[in-house]
């Protein structure tokens, strides 16, 4: 049979409940003898201010040498005694005689104290048994002027007196013990209801395991997760720690914007520490700042895809070739049925000069292949879309600048950049023009168009999360291309930014090293 509260608040609550009487009990019991001692300290005061005051009193001197000191004295020390409340005032001679007693009949008869010390005119305060029972009492001597002992004066209390002045002091210590008890009831009772909320009524054991389970859960899963708590990380696990670098005394300056943030999103995409994170968060009911936020890494799907897409395009662009080299072919074919070959063989030639032409120019300038595959697949998909797509005449790309990055990472740099701008030029007057300069020192990619460009505020938010022009940005997964850029130039050590000195310009630059392009 359990004797003890199984939940952890009945627990807590018996456990200061005991703790609080103990100490209740025992400073009652220290209060109680504390009045014990101080009674018997205050009464050993008093009896021998009384004694000490009346044997120096010149009237005790005087009736003392007087022919019936008895006459004289007993009025006198029965209005002290009365005055006073002590429980007797004897005056002695020095061979013992009472010539007071607070019992009349016992004057005369002789002192049952101590008076050795008093005859040799000291004064002395004891715990003796008389006539009136145990007491607390002092003896002071009477001298003469000439310092002549002629008398006694004793001044005493009974025990009983002050066993009943203490005892009337026990029900006020009980009340204060008994208001302490109350007050620590109270307060116990209010800490376990405050535990049972805040507990779920759970035993320790159950706690311990919930923390136990909570744990596992927490190393196991695959998302990153942080629970925020007044815009700072309350708990971080270790998928969440990989991917943002982050613990839970973590500065909130220091937080990426998605964690401080309070409102409520799923699925967002955001570009974090090189890395495309798809983010979930959830506010808590009721608490300011505080949120749930799930973290799914993205990064190596977003470079595949990334890749992908631009395949993709590349192989659409070929297929628009194939379909207008078939288209060519047919007219010459027809050119030479009508009899006009030399029409026929000047079509092809000029059609194969300047398709030529652009391969060479592309080829002698950009010493990546998978960037010359992608600037001639952009430029037929440019020219499909009736919007011109040039590679300037200053751009020119070393062996050396082509280790910067890897063919994957300037497929998906220089083919977002390029994309991007396809999309965002001027309907108007559409036009986008492609620079890549690389030497031995450094790497720059500069992709211009005739759009209207971004401010500093939207290329921000670009670079870090989703964002798109078109409809179905960011929440469906749109509006990467910079993101992607962005991570990939982090990743690198690189920087990109934007100007819009003539049309839009995005601009990436990334310094030459050892380390550069490694995978």
Known sequence: MRWYPRTLAGQVAALALSVFAVVVVAESVLAAVDARIDGNRAARAEVTAVAVSLAESPSTVAALTSPDPSAILQPV????????????ITILAPDRTRYTHTDPTRIGEPY??????????????????GTLGPSIRTIAPVRTTDG?????????????????????????????????????????????????????????AELRLMYDHHDAVLRSVREGLVVVEDGRPALVNSEARRLLGIEADTSPDEL????????????????????????????????????????????????????LDSMTRFAEALRSQAHEAANRLHTIVALVEMGRPDEAV?????????????????????????????????????????????LTEESQVSDAATRVLTPGEMITVVGNLIDNALDACDPADPW??????????????????????????????????????????DAAGRGLGLALVSQVVARRHGTISAENTYGSVISVHMRVDEQAGTP
């Open 112 to 129: 049952l104290g101590s008076i050795d010390a008093a005859l040799r005119g000291q004064t002395v305060t004891e715990n003796y048994t």
């Open 256 to 307: 990426p914007v998605f964690l401080t943030d309070g409102d409520e999103e799923t699925d967002v995409t955001y570009a974090e520490r090189g890395r495309v994170l798809l983010v979930s968060r959830s506010p808590v009911s009721g608490r300011r700042r505080s949120s749930v936020v799930t973290i799914r890494d993205r990064t190596e799907l977003e470079d595949a895809m990334g890749e």
């Open 77 to 88: 020390t029965e209005r002290v005694r009365a005055a006073t409340g002590i429980a007797f």
């Open 346 to 390: 000047r079509l092809a030639t000029t059609e194969f000069e300047l398709s030529q032409q652009l391969i060479d120019r592309m080829t002698q300038a950009v010493a990546e292949p998978a960037l010359v595959a992608l600037l001639l697949g952009k430029t037929a998909q440019a020219a499909e879309r009736g919007i011109p797509l040039s």
């Open 432 to 473: 986008v023009e492609v620079t890549v300069v690389g030497d031995d020192r450094m790497l720059d990619i500069v992709v211009a168009d005739s759009g209207a460009g971004m401010n500093a505020e939207l290329f921000e938010r670009a670079t870090t999360r989703g964002y798109s022009t078109k409809a179905g940005g």
């Open 148 to 204: 002549r002992v002629v008398g006694m004066v004793a001044a005493g209390i009974t025990q009983s007196t002050l066993t009943s002045a203490w005892r009337g002091q026990l029900p006020l210590i009980a009340l204060a013990a008994f208001a302490a008890l109350a007050t620590a009831v109270g307060g116990v009772w209010w800490i376990r209801r405050r535990l049972l909320r805040q507990t779920g009524g759970l035993a320790p």
